[in-house]
């Protein structure tokens, strides 16, 4: 078997052989890599939120001054 994947990009409708990004419009076709994304800049965010949330010491708090 071979690993030969055609992918059809969503924006510009081209076909691609094994390819991540679409050459045309550099559009994501690779599903994969692109749910790989998305997961990493969700758990950035979350973490972006839970540092906002979290409540300071008071002493960096008076270092601060």
């Known amino acids: ?17 094994n390819q991540d990004y679409c050459p045309t419009c550099g559009n994501i076709i690779n599903i ?13 965010q979350k973490q972006k939120k839970i540092d906002a949330t979290k ?4 002493v960096t708090l008076f270092l601060k001054m």
């Open 1 to 17: 078997m071979s690993n030969e994947t055609y992918r059809r990009c969503s924006n510009c409708g081209e076909m691609w052989l």
């Open 32 to 44: 994969t890599l692109k749910r790989e994304l998305e997961r990493k800049e969700k758990a950035i």
């Open 55 to 58: 409540k300071k010491s008071a």
